[in-house]
């Protein structure tokens, strides 16, 4: 059974930095496409980054305007998100996600769910 777990989540100021973790089980990891969601309070659900398998395609939101990386330790079975220079608007509920099959933004795409972290930035 896959498994996934975020941690990392917090109350942050804004201009802040926050590293999600994304810790992985029961898969063969290096083999999936790793994805971070978030979705705000009466907004829909929106790819932040996405990291395809190997690695070698790397999604970024539009917002994220280089503050945010993805990465990914697959001897570790695990994805990170780091997060700078956080603005309010990025306060969220933040799930990682994994996929077999290539790198896509479509939520709807992605097989396997984390419980979510909360991430708040304040003004």
């Known amino acids: 059974q896959v498994q996934l777990a975020e941690s990392g989540g917090g109350l942050v100021q804004a201009g802040g930095s926050l590293r999600l973790s994304c810790a992985a089980s029961?898969?063969?990891?290096?083999?999936?496409?790793m994805g971070w969601f978030r979705q705000a309070p009466g907004k829909e659900r929106e790819c932040v980054a996405a990291q395809s398998a190997s690695a070698d395609s790397t999604y970024y939101g539009s917002f994220v305007k280089g503050r945010f990386t993805i990465s990914r330790d697959n001897a570790k079975n695990a994805v990170y998100l780091q997060m700078g220079s956080l603005k309010p608007e990025d306060t969220a509920v933040y799930y990682c996600?994994?996929?077999?099959?290539?790198?896509?933004?479509?939520?709807?795409?992605?097989?396997?769910w984390g419980q979510g972290t909360q991430v708040t930035v304040s003004s």
């Open positions: 029961g898969l063969t990891f290096s083999t999936y496409t």
């Open positions: 996600a994994v996929r077999r099959g290539p790198l896509e933004i479509r939520g709807r795409e992605y097989d396997v």
